[in-house]
């Protein structure tokens, strides 16, 4: 292994991610601040990417007082905690083996959690029965999305594995296709109509990838990572219809279900879609749907812990997502027992109960009021559009850039919304996500923007964003004596990698 | 993907392993005590695996006085816990991006603690530098050690990369190997001699390994994981001039350096040793050395992490170390703090000292009793010997069984030592690892058993196998009739499998 011409063939294929450079940079720049350099910023101002304490969003207190408790069981005597708090945290250290959060759990999580979790389903939709041999735990939504990936991958050219993916996705799936060794098959989805998926490019991707690979699942996420989107029961129908047509397994990214804020609209799960439908779709069709505590209201990204229903899975398939889960060991104990605080919270009557509720819900309103205000701010900016979004934690505006900032990009073997972003990140400490979805035909670029951050982060963020992009764009437009003045667009910025350095959900 | 023939043929090949299946049987039987079931015995009792927590053993109570800190800030104001913890928790929670645990960290880990790792080593190595830069964090070692050896994995038939394993190995180690898609090369330990590693073996082993793979790395376990066995400077020297002659990569499990016992025996780790060798071996050999908190005066296998430090890797190839942790986005934030306090114990003179010394004595002296205890009881039971251990969690005796037991095994399609350890569980409800690792010449197998367990737990345990061994092998001796009293040997128990459901470490 002296050099790279022996790195395996498929792990040296995994696309590099803009977004890691951009990572990158933003932890360079943030060293450089602490060292002491001068920048007409105090620090950088990250939300290209979910992670709300990172931003300054505070925690569920509920989930943390019982999570302490857990590690340190002498708390429970500790009266300054809320009884349903101590009560609780007895209860789970009576499900851990040893009665420790440090003993390993099932490679397939602890039972008492997976029944919880089989019970939240089943009240979620409204009855439709969920049993807790069908739940998976794993290390966070995304391992166990690469488990089921991994499964599915086989052949090589014409038969090798094809999954349909939407455009955007998050940007941490091609990464993980890749690593998979499945083919990436791209549908887009309509940004004129709220970024909605639409059943004729479902097929134009479809029958466009026969011949070239064996497409043989779709990736969904409702609500949209980055689109903000909310399928409702209609078009679930119709992409259910679809796939089993085309027998295609359903993946549904479903993490962002506690997260719906658009006027009239609600979280309606493809499962529960999928049993109101005639047997020959509920007893047939093949889905399996992800959560995780790095969800709005949770967001507790750090402790790794997500979940995946198998719904009309082959037995003996499901056997050998057991045989992959097995090589992880077992997920992180923490975050398996957020997962079951998260899917089973305080009642009406339980101590704690107002306090989580508030703060649910507080969460819940700042993320619609934020997206209401950055979709108005961003509407108003010359050369920017941004789409309603109706759940999730993501806006995707639209960037339309004058055709010799693409220009100079290509020069400068970058994309051009990449180099906005970098641009942005060294002149106002401001962190987007770079859309990378550029078609070649329009010149228009994305950006994807965080909205779970605290209102004041946000007009912060605002302010650095608004009068870069004036700047940005002004900067491009003809002078008087019919020059371009040609700022510094990118010619003195430091030398960027696309490598996969601090990906992020 | 309705049928079993479209799972990934990389993943059909994993191994099934009896562990899993003796796991499986060990949750029923505890399931139908739970449901009310009588038993001779009131519960099973799990030696099979190295899960202290689960055996009764206590976590060391400064790591989780810190992490209930870290996860409920608030208690930064209890005066009932120690200043030390408090002060620690603050520091932990400032280097926490957002000052939350529950935001993401850097896929390869946090830059605060790999920098403690760092120093860690470079005292442990007496001065030989470590930097932080080459080391990764990841939920556990045996997730780093999957990211390595993918990036060895290539080729097919004589060009597949192979790596030499120990016999016996890890159990977790086969199923990984399978995963990633390498071969296993087997080198065979010699019992004779405390389970030592022996230089001709490897030339054998390598011999007669190519040609049928192209063997690209030899992994070691020191002390070993589950022989017990301590390897001295002269036997790592040896090793490493063996790796650098044949151009391998040594992956060298040091998970056990906390937990050697032996008298006049010291953990010397193979980074020292090569960095004490000419320049032509400790500026080309490249090794990754792996640790975790999982480790025996810790305990934390719930929480999830460990690391490895690469050493004279190529930076390209680190790169893609970089790359593979990606797909899991990030290690465990409450494993990395733990990570933190494993390599950064309170300093004499701190208020946790005394305490956290006492613990992590208590460990030691409890490994070193169980394990002389073990050895002497097992070896006066007939039929069964067992070489003395020096470090690490586990013994690894000898069965050696009539050829008659061994027929019987065969005729119910099992190995002879699963078949022990399944009748020992059913009988007894103690939980034994099987060997499986019999050649077929001597009619001997091994059998794995954790010593990291509270001495009264020890007591009954023997209690347990020592009359279940006499009557078992009693059985099986001629009667004055003549005849062999054919007990239920076999015939009464339960449908077995060896499906994968829950390995641990």
Known sequence: ???????????????????????????????????????????????????????????????RQVLAVCLHPQLLKNKTLPLDVRMRAQRLLEVCDGGSVGSYTASSGMPHVKQSIAEFITRRDAGVPSHAEDIFISAGSQRALMVVVKLLASGEGETRTGVLTPRPCPHTLPPLLDEAGVTLVPYQLMEDRGWAVDLDELHRALKTARGRCEPRAIYISNPGNPTGHVQDGKSIEEVIRFAAAERLLLLVDEVYQDSVYGQEKEFISYKRVLFEMDKEYSETVQLVSFHSISSACMGECGLRAGYMEQVNMDPEVTHFVDTMLCTDISTPVTGQLALDLMVNPPKPGDPSYDTYTQESLLTLATLSQNAQRVQEFLNDLPGMSCQPAMGGIYLYPCLHLPSEIIEKAKKLEVEADVLYCQMLLEEEGVFLGAGCQYDGTTGNHHLRLSILVPPDTLEEVLDHLGSFHLRFVRDKLPRPDGGVKDRDMGENLRPFSTAGTFPMN
Chains 1, 2 share one sequence.
């Open 1 to 63: 292994m002296s050099s790279l011409q022996l790195v395996n063939p498929r792990v040296r294929g995994i696309r590099g991610s803009p977004h890691s450079g951009l990572q990158s940079l933003a932890a360079r720049i943030t060293q450089e601040i602490t060292q002491g350099a001068q920048k007409p910023f105090k620090g950088v101002i990250d939300v290209s990417s979910g992670d709300p304490h990172k931003a300054g969003v505070k925690p569920i207190s509920f989930v």
